[in-house]
């Protein structure tokens, strides 16, 4: 690996553990129909969450599109469940984007502070690229000001989601850095590794095991930013 001189970080999942979050959007789930006061809305909130999903998956295949992504996800979608788009916008909005957010500081991973003061004492660049929308994550996580870059797959810039390269090579440009220079720090070997092995960019994951050689792109997985510090503390 070259000298590191800027690090990409993914945000669901890498700077947060999902799992715990999945516990307390489930919790919020089931008062939905009281809330709601209809079990019949409660199930459409529901289904239209699950093809908004289900769409941006398979939006990554297209790789970059002629149309606006951001305006696209929401048509295609609410076409596929039978829904006005700017009312599935309104939902994917308020579900996906907003709820979460109280919650994100208790699902923070351990260790991301150390890493980032790590970082900086080094003075290596910083950024966030994500498929999803980021700078309200990174308020309620209180890393706003510790990041450069925060960059989202739908921004006009980028207009693709991962693993096209073209977001990690976005990042690249901004910082003036080559994609050997930059690591990318992600948790899903498909979608974070492989976009970042299309760009030319090392990539290590974390939910692994410290030191585990994976078989396919992603190279090294380590299990928290604490083990991870220790393995690039060379290469900073």
Known sequence: MRPIRGVLFDVDGTLYHERPLRYFMRLEFCSLPLRERSCRSAYEIWCALQHFRRVREGLRCFGELDSRLEAFQYIEAARQAGEDPARMEAIVTEWIYQRPLKYLKLCKRRGLDTFLNFLEKRSVKTGVFSDYPVVDKLQALGLADQMSLALCSVDPGINAFKPHPKGFLHACRLWELSPAEVL???????????????????CILLGGTHGMRNTNESGWSFSSFKRLQHAISMYC
């Not at 990318?184 to 090392?202: E, K, L, S």
């Open 184 to 202: 990318y720090i992600g948790d899903r070997p498909d979608v974070d590794a492989t976009g970042a092995a299309n760009a030319g960019m090392p």
